[in-house]
């Protein structure tokens, strides 16, 4: 693990591979010494750990986007399966290959373990399809993160901009004050439905040079005048459709004051602020930080660990506002790990549970199934009951390219020696270079299809071809070259259909050409 991540920090012409260097130096380790070997509970926890982060951080987008537009990438990548099994059945008759072995290579074209062995159970228990998967397994990681980076350098992406246009990135969010010139017919808590814009009010000025908290309930007229926190352009949009700007020099003599807090406070973390009623507490939320996103909160925003927020409140009752989120360091160091070990125990188990197929074969979502599966659940509830399923943004973070980093030391371990062997016999040239087509037509036919058809960014095209690898080597690649989650949000999407169509993918083809 400590030399593939030192491998990773290597810049190779403008490319790093990052913790996906881990797997490919622990493939070449254990080629030349059989004798280092990861444990596969041990790796196969750590992809557990690694997935069930991601749909804790997706869950809700993930309910929210595939209405609008996730089922349309899903739909792409089932027609890419039977793409890729044509072409499987095609390569079997042009090249003479080994009909039980090609579908292995046929699974390993896309990284797909369980497909694997689903195959051999379907076949009674025939090795052939391993000694395929071992030969293309190293080529699919390899194609898509080339396919990845020779086109984000060919169609020179900005991954920064693109991710700003998603709203994964942050533009500096700014204040300025409006008087309005006319009678909206609205209250405070309609501003953003009415000019379009993500923008929030959070002090009402008055001509005694006091500020009042701007209580969404609170019906505006003409001639009121307001403080608005967004970005720049958004707050010009808005004043543009209210009003006219004004100037205004805040001091501690306006009535209230502002400060950013830390949220800590468990009975807090996981409730939407329409839920902890912030106006009844003497407070606004005017921004939200998460990791290094800006949020304009809206009353749906929901409150994670370690966001940061900043409040306005009057001064009297700053203290009170800061016992009531947290706003204590020491209380998210001490992280509570029951939610997220039960969470992660929840998702093994459904992962286990066996699903009959047609001609006595089963499916099960496995290690990497169950556990992005259970993820998006719970990240989408935010908690339940006293439970709060999310933890502190670092803290994930961590545990995440802990259980990444364990799980491609030891994949390549495990692959290592077959893949020495299998390298032997001249006709494993053929399932190599089958295997790399495959892969090659799966990452650039998502990619172009994602990106000129369903109009995705470039990363998030990525993302997709990540997703229909379900190889973490691969998101890991994206994640440090892109240094956005767009990527992220593009594998969570197509995941759960991807793991389950490549095992249903695998079991028809070798029961129909083997």
Not at 4 to 16: E, Q, R, T, W
Not at 143 to 167: C, Q
Not at 461 to 467: F, I, K, L
Request: some cysteine; aromatic content about 8%.
């Amino acid at each position: 693990m400590a030399v593939g991540l030192a491998v990773g920090k290597i810049n190779f012409f403008g490319i790093s591979l990052g913790a996906a260097a881990a797997m490919f130096v622990a493939l070449g380790l254990s080629a030349a010494n059989p004798d280092i070997v990861v444990p596969p509970f041990v790796y196969q926890f750590g992809l557990a750990i690694f997935v069930y982060v991601i749909g804790l951080n997706f869950g809700r987008s993930f309910f929210e986007d595939f209405r609008r537009r996730g089922w349309k990438m899903s739909l792409v990548v089932i027609i890419f399966f039977f793409v890729l099994a044509g072409l499987t059945t095609v390569a079997v008759r042009l090249f003479d290959l080994d009909p039980a072995q090609a579908v292995g290579m046929l699974a390993g074209s896309q990284s797909s373990t369980p497909g694997m062995a689903a195959v051999v159970e379907t076949l009674g228990g025939n090795s052939a399809p391993v000694v395929g998967y071992s030969l293309a397994y190293p080529g699919c990681i390899i194609a898509t993160i080339l396919v990845a980076a020779i086109g984000a350098n060919v169609f020179r992406v900005n991954h920064e901009k693109d991710a700003k246009e998603e709203g994964m990135l942050s533009e500096p969010l700014k204040w300025k004050a409006v008087r309005l010139t006319k009678d909206p017919g609205i209250t405070v808590g309609e501003l953003a439905e009415y000019t379009g814009e993500a923008v929030i009010a959070t002090r009402c000025l008055r001509k005694s040079n006091k500020h009042v908290l701007a209580d969404p309930d609170m019906e505006l007229r003409g001639g009121m005048e307001l403080l608005l926190n967004g970005t720049r352009a958004a707050l010009d949009s808005a004043i543009a459709q209210l009003g006219e700007e004004i100037d205004l020099t805040l001091s501690d003599d306006d009535g209230l004051t502002f400060r950013r807090i830390t949220v800590s406070n468990p009975r807090v973390a996981g409730r939407s602020l329409k839920d902890i009623d912030t106006v009844s507490q003497g407070f606004l939320v005017a921004r939200l930080r998460r990791g290094d996103t800006q949020l304009v909160p809206n009353e749906e925003t929901v409150l994670h660990y370690s966001d940061r927020v900043r409040v306005v409140t009057a001064p009297g009752k700053l203290d009170e506002v800061r016992r009531f989120l947290g706003d204590s360091e020491s209380k998210l160091g001490n992280v509570d790990l029951f939610p997220f070990a039960l969470g992660l125990l929840i998702g093994l188990l459904f992962g286990a549970i066996p699903i009959p197929l047609p001609g006595g074969t089963t499916l099960s979502f496995g290690f990497g199934g169950g556990p992005i599966v259970v993820g998006l659940i719970l990240g989408a509830l935010g908690r339940t009951g006293p439970i709060h399923w999310q933890m502190p943004y670092h803290a994930k973070q961590t545990i995440s390219t802990l259980g990444l980093t364990l799980f491609l030391a030891g994949v390549g371990t495990s692959a290592g020696g077959q893949f020495r062997d299998a390298l032997s016999d001249p006709t494993s040239l053929k399932y190599m270079g089958v295997g790399v087509v495959l892969s090659l037509v799966s990452a650039i036919g998502l990619g172009i299809v994602c990106t000129l058809v369903l109009r995705l960014k470039f990363d998030e095209s990525m993302g997709v071809a990540a997703g229909m690898t379900t190889n973490p080597a691969v998101m890991a690649y994206l994640n440090s070259q892109t240094g956005t989650q767009l990527a992220e949000r593009g594998y969570a999407t197509v995941y759960p259909t991807t793991i389950i169509g490549k095992i249903l993918m695998c079991q028809m083809l070798a029961l129909i050409i083997v």
